[in-house]
Each structure stands twice: as structure tokens, then as C-alpha cells.
């Protein structure tokens, strides 16, 4: 049963540029959730997808923006990066129905800005 | 708003030791949820455990136990017998029930080193 799968696991990218990254989520799950995780902090909440909506928003600006797919899978994209986007952003999935399951995380890909 | 605190920001420990993560929470609403994740140098976040606020029992799992304790907002986690491999980043985390999207709230994360 394959868990969380991200990528690319490491990206270099300079000021201004544009990135996009992929999380597929753990089978039987139907829902995204993207963090940021600056380093030597806790993981931000950046928003979640469900049916292929984005169902809450965390405090992160225009510039963050996501898709789900029909097959659950998601992408983060990160318009005119600025340095401090440089961190770790995490994926989680999860099933909607019912309470806060827990999530499960991917293991993370790490952005550099330059 | 949501809040988690864990003031500890790294331990050190000699195996075997008992140690103990604080955690204090922040919330208004009257059901929620706190969870302990564990973060290896890996960098994955490993699921420990969730407690919802109408649980106040205290949990154990073989050397993991859990204190919740609604009077004082806390939700500390302790480790008996401390081994190398215990060594990570542990951080607690609040969802709120009225949180659609089950957004979780995340502590700065507490250090813990286990030296042999």
C-alpha cells in the first residue's frame, strides 16, 4: 500500500520563477492538504483540496495556488518566488468524511530559492 | 484563534532516561483535536497519536504515553527508556472541529537528542 508519494524531492529555483510540485495521495484517500515548513519551525497550513476545490485557506498569499485532480492527486504552485519561500513543503492526505483523521505526510520536497 | 506552544525547543537525554515534551494549546472552540507527530531527520511526519477534547484519558503505548489534561491545556507526551532511535523532532498539533478543511496548528516542534 503505497503511502504519500511527492516530487520532485529537491528543487533549486531563482527569484522570480515559478514552481510546481506534485503530491499523490495514499490510496483510499480523497483529500490534500499542503504545509510549509520553514526550517527550524513547525509546518504551516497552506490550504486543502477536496473534489477538486480548495476547501480552507490558510494565511498564505495569492501567489500560493493548487490544483486537485479526479484522480485525488495535487499540485502546488508558487508564483514570482521570493527567498523566503525557501523551505519544505509537505503533503498530507487524508479522508474528509467524519472528524480530523489523521493525516498522513509525504516526505517533503525541499525548495531552494536563489 | 488556534495556538500550540512547546516551549521546549530541544533535549538532550542519556538512553534510557524518561523524558517528557510539553505541550499547551490555545483554543475557543469546544471539541477539537490534538495529535503528536514525530519528524526524523528523514523529514517525513510520522502520525503518533490523536486525542479528541472529550477524551481526557490518559493513553500508553508501549514506551510512549500520553497526558491529556483540559484544565491546564496540555497535552504532554513521555518517553520511558529513551533510545538513540527516539531521536527526532516531535511537535504537537491542534485541528478545531469548526475547521472545515481539518486544518492542523502546529507547535515550533521540540528537538529531542537520545546520546548513548
Known amino acids: 500500500d503505497a503511502g504519500v508519494t511527492q516530487s520532485p524531492t529537491h528543487l533549486i529555483k531563482t527569484r522570480g520563477q515559478q514552481v510546481t510540485l506534485r503530491c499523490s495521495p495514499k490510496?483510499?484517500?480523497?483529500?490534500v492538504s499542503w504545509y510549509q515548513q520553514a526550517l527550524g519551525q513547525g509546518p504551516q497550513f497552506i490550504f486543502q483540496y477536496y473534489e477538486e476545490e480548495e476547501r480552507q485557506r490558510g494565511n498564505f498569499p495569492d501567489r500560493f495556488s493548487g490544483h486537485q485532480f479526479p484522480n485525488y492527486s495535487s499540485e502546488l504552485n508558487v508564483n514570482a518566488l521570493l527567498l523566503g519561500d525557501s523551505a519544505l513543503y509537505l503533503c498530507a492526505s487524508s479522508l474528509v468524511a467524519g472528524g480530523p483523521y489523521e493525516q498522513y505526510f509525504g516526505p517533503g520536497t525541499r525548495l531552494t530559492v536563489t | 484563534a488556534q495556538k500550540v506552544t512547546q516551549a521546549q525547543t530541544e533535549i538532550s537525554v542519556v538512553e534510557k532516561e524518561d523524558v517528557t515534551l510539553d505541550c499547551v494549546y490555545e483554543?475557543?472552540?469546544?471539541?477539537?483535536?490534538l495529535f503528536w507527530y514525530k519528524q526524523p531527520p528523514s523529514g517525513e511526519l510520522v502520525f503518533l497519536i490523536r486525542?479528541?477534547?472529550?477524551?481526557?484519558q490518559n493513553e500508553i503505548s508501549g514506551r510512549y504515553s500520553w497526558n491529556f489534561q483540559k484544565s491546564t491545556s496540555s497535552f504532554n507526551f513521555t518517553i520511558t527508556a529513551s533510545q538513540v532511535v527516539d531521536s527526532a523532532v516531535y511537535f504537537c498539533?491542534?485541528?478545531?472541529?469548526?475547521?472545515?478543511?481539518?486544518?492542523?496548528?502546529f507547535g515550533g516542534g521540540t528537538r529531542l537528542m537520545v546520546k548513548p
Open positions: 498539533a491542534l485541528s478545531e472541529a469548526q475547521n472545515a478543511g481539518n486544518m492542523l496548528t
Open positions: 483554543t475557543r472552540d469546544t471539541t477539537y483535536y
Open positions: 486525542r479528541n477534547s472529550f477524551d481526557e
Open positions: 490510496s483510499g484517500h480523497d483529500t
